[in-house]
């Protein structure tokens, strides 16, 4: 029986705490989905209202000229209530900059809260995958005895982590990519490539079978370094 093999062979078992830890990366995976399409669709809209140098509003097209006088009043008139409540001086100009601020900083908290969500679900990596390898100790034991090697032991319990983490990111990248494609249909079917760039598909699921990767190391490393004898003594 080869690793790959084997570790197939592992997902199958255990079959309610791997399904707990895959839909939990996959949560991790939507999450990060919709806040980083969030931060996206506001740095799209950044750019398409332009700097804050006071040309936020304004049109290029003669046609737009009506629409763009009605903004301006609407401006007008949000600044001088603002001024009037807080008894401050603040310009049109010093408004757009302000609110371009905000929403950049917006965007960062976003991108920060996407990773720790990310990060909360692939570390359940760890935990899943130490419950599954000490419930494994004769059985590793057995495979020490049969000629596998410390180092085929360490690639098979890591690879099955990869695995986890490869079928939740791909479950969460489908339900994120429809949830995200169903809300810019129904506010404007425009936004979907904006804020659902291709590249964020395949770099969430290398992202996150890389980190279940990193994250499973360490019980098998620690499960790999059983001396055989012990093992087969386990249970």
């Not at 990366?25 to 931060?39: E, H, N, P, T």
């Not at 979907?192 to 990767?213: A, D, M, Q, R, V």
């Amino acid at each position: 029986m080869g690793i790959y093999t084997l570790s197939l062979k592992n997902i199958r078992r255990n079959k309610l705490r791997n399904l707990s830890t895959i839909l939990r990366i996959s949560l991790g995976v939507i999450i990060l989905f919709i806040l980083v399409s969030s931060g996206l669709g506001i740095n799209s809209f950044i750019e398409k209202s332009g700097t804050s140098n006071g040309k936020i509003l304004t049109s290029s097209q003669p046609n737009q000229d009506t629409n763009t006088d009605n903004q301006t009043n609407i401006v007008t008139s949000t600044v001088n209530y603002l001024n009037s409540v807080f008894g401050s001086q603040i310009t049109e100009n010093q408004l757009f900059i302000r609110l371009e601020d905000f929403f950049i900083n917006l965007v960062y908290v976003l991108d920060g809260l996407a990773s720790v969500a990310l990060l909360v679900g692939v570390m359940g990596i760890m935990n899943t995958m130490g419950f599954n390898l000490s419930e494994r100790t004769r059985e590793i034991g057995i495979l020490k005895s049969m000629g596998f090697t410390q180092k085929q032991i360490l690639l098979t319990c890591t690879l099955e982590a990869g695995i986890l983490g490869f079928i939740g990111s791909i479950i969460g990248v489908i339900i994120g990519s429809i949830s995200i494609w169903a809300i810019s249909t129904f506010l404007d079917p425009g936004l979907f490539t904006f804020i659902l760039p291709f590249w964020l598909i395949p770099g969430t699921i290398f992202i996150t079978t890389l980190l279940s990767l990193i994250l499973g190391m360490y019980p098998a490393w620690f499960t790999s370094n059983i001396d055989a004898v012990e093992a087969l003594r386990y249970g």
